[in-house]
């Protein structure tokens, strides 16, 4: 028999915890945590390399289950910056990107959490296409261990952010469960303070996150601070407005003590004006927030322009003369289009 009939695709062991290995695979705990460590720490996709796990349990695993769900169909690097950009094929035949971007010493992991997505915001590439499907847990882990393959980090953990495709928190439950993953301590050991998830503004996710035990960071992708201007460019708001996005961070923060970010893309004549800059003082009254604001990285068939460099300054002098601590990010990935929002299945096209 073709040994690939026999082998189980509802198995995927990077959807499981090593409690949960064990359970599946009936071994034993320690077992289970010698190759959640293959798996994760040292990122291995062959059984036969996993050479402290008996011969005869390699062979079980190797005519069992795949080490992988996911297969590397392009990596691109970007000679300037360092970005790499990973196009990943998920066992359905679907696509996902993701993306390392290094500044100085620090390395950071954006991952996917839906193929596609819902939320259609105006300037967004992802949207474009719409939605395919949610992403399992060990989907998502596995674009990190990907990304991280012969990657030299000199000891040091990488940071994740959930800005790739998709909103995180409207696959809430395996969003969930793949950090819980990236944090295991037999695998990567991501500390709880070096992962974001990042919303569009799902008002009722935000409350649920509160109560979450840890300290994983929220970002809130705002963009704009009157209901007017930000139902056009997230249409989420027209359900969840700007008041009760507010209600639900200021029950996270009551709960967590956490600050949060916004996010603002800079969008010429659009939200990058000094009213807006108002609008959204006004906006974080009482709320604990830094601001990162981040130039519009253009995607073709969009009608928006990128702010000027000039105007970028302006925007973010202003809102540090207010107090705001507000940093204006660098865009690390444009020339092989790995820069926010341009994230979009490439799938056969040169990227
Ligand atoms: N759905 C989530 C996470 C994915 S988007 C969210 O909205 O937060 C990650 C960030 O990139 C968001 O702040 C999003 O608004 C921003 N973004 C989307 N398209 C962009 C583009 N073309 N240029 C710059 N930022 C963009």
């Known amino acids: 028999m073709n040994e690939t009939n026999i082998k189980d695709e509802s ?34 996709l062959d059984f036969a390399e996993m050479t402290d796990l008996s011969k005869a349990m390699r062979e079980k695993l190797q005519a069992r289950c795949a080490a992988s769900c996911l297969t590397l169909l392009h ?47 105006d300037f967004c590439a992802t949207g474009m296409a719409g939605f395919t499907r949610n992403l399992t847990p060990g989907e998502i882990v596995e674009q990190a261990l990907y990304l991280l393959r012969d990657e030299e980090l000199g000891g040091r953990t990488p940071n994740i952010v959930y800005m790739g495709m998709g909103e995180p928190f409207r696959n809430y439950d395996a969003v969930m469960k793949s ?9 990567l050991g991501i500390g709880a303070r070096k992962i ?20 994983v960071r929220l970002s809130v992708s705002l963009h704009a601070a009157n209901d007017t201007l930000r ?22 923060q009551t709960r967590t003590d956490r600050q949060i970010t916004f996010e603002w893309t800079l969008l010429a004549g659009v939200n990058d004006r000094l009213e807006d800059v ?7 009254a009482g709320i604990r927030a830094t601001v990162n604001l981040i130039p519009w990285n253009p995607v073709a068939g969009l009608p928006y ?47």
């Open 305 to 351: 322009s990128p702010s000027s460099r000039e105007q970028c300054e302006i925007f973010r002098d202003a809102l540090l003369m207010h107090g705001v601590t507000t940093t204006l990010r660098r865009e690390k990935g444009q020339d092989i289009d790995a820069a926010c929002g341009q994230l979009r299945r490439t799938r056969g096209m040169a990227v």
């Open 179 to 187: 950090i819980h993953l990236l944090m295991e301590k037999e695998g």
């Open 231 to 252: 139902s056009k460019l997230v249409p989420l708001n027209r359900r969840y407005s700007l008041e009760r996005l507010r209600q639900a961070i200021l029950e996270y």
């Open 11 to 44: 198995l995927r062991l990077s959807d499981l915890s090593p409690a949960e290995l064990a359970a599946a695979l009936e071994i034993k705990p320690f077992q289970a945590r010698q190759l959640f460590r293959w798996l994760h720490q040292k990122q291995v």
């Open 75 to 121: 990596m691109d690097q970007s000679p300037r910056t360092g970005t790499k950009k990973a196009l990943l094929r998920l066992p359905d035949g679907e696509s996902v990107e993701s993306v390392l971007i290094r500044d100085r010493d620090r390395v950071t992991l954006c991952v996917s959490s839906q193929v596609g997505c819902a939320l259609k915001c």
């Open 196 to 215: 974001t998830v990042s919303t569009a503004g799902e008002a009722p996710s935000i409350e649920r996150f509160a109560q979450e035990d840890w300290q």
């Open 278 to 284: 108002a609008d959204l003082v006004r906006y974080m």
